[in-house]
């Protein structure tokens, strides 16, 4: 299964924690906190791999990448640790998570479909967004990192449709950039949820095994291959996974 979504994380920059957190739910039988920092631990090695590969290929904005993770990391840990405070309080922790995770793999799946369908061979970027650029991507990293330090989700699939508006023809540089980016958030994020003691560390090398060389097989193609397709079908999955989980959070 790692093996799979590495190359979907390579070959998209989604779908990583979006298919291998619900993976580690439904069928690795894992308590949804413990599922949340396993992927972000194995994910930030994915993602490093990915990020080097991306960076030989000259496919990153090094620049958009830093300005994202000046919101991104400091929301990720206000993500991390309103964790904590569940816990801390008393409140049902792991049903909160996979209620959350549901429901940012619904949002994400339709930003994903719908941006992906109405896309545009447009060359000039969405004007407000290139007025206020730093910005909205320092906002809108803050707003996505608190969604990967809570449920691991987002990094790739909510970030991608972001870039698309400041690269919309460019879809190789889209998925660098993004990949470069999600390196550092899921490496910070990671080590917090490690030192919290909620990554079954067991599971991380032979989820390592599968998907470093799907990375890296993904990241090889991304520049070679049409991803509209994929992201269309990635879209659907994800929503149907999200609903299941909203649905069925007990």
Known sequence: MSFGVGILVGLTSMGGAALMTPLLLLFGGMAPVVAVGTDL????????????????????????????????????????????????????????????IGTVLVIGAITMIVRTLRRREDPHPNSFVERNKILCTVFWGLVIGFSVGM????????????????????????????????????????????????VNWGMVPVMLAGSIPGVLIGSYLAPRLPSRPLRVGLGSLLFATGYQLVFNAH
């Open 41 to 100: 631990a194995y994910g930030a090695v994915t993602k490093i791999v990915g990020a080097w590969m991306h960076w030989k290929q000259k496919t990153v904005d090094l620049r958009i990448a830093l300005f994202m993770a000046c919101g991104s990391i400091p929301g990720g840990t206000c993500g991390f640790l309103a964790i904590r405070y569940m816990h801390a309080h008393g409140m049902n922790a792991d049903k909160m998570v996979k209620q959350a």
């Open 151 to 198: 449920t691991s989700v987002g990094s790739g699939t909510l970030i991608a449709p972001f870039l698309m508006i400041l690269f919309p023809n460019n879809p190789a540089r889209v998925v660098g950039t993004d990949v470069f980016h999600a390196a550092m958030l899921v490496s910070a994020t990671a080590f917090l949820h490690g030192s919290a003691g909620h």
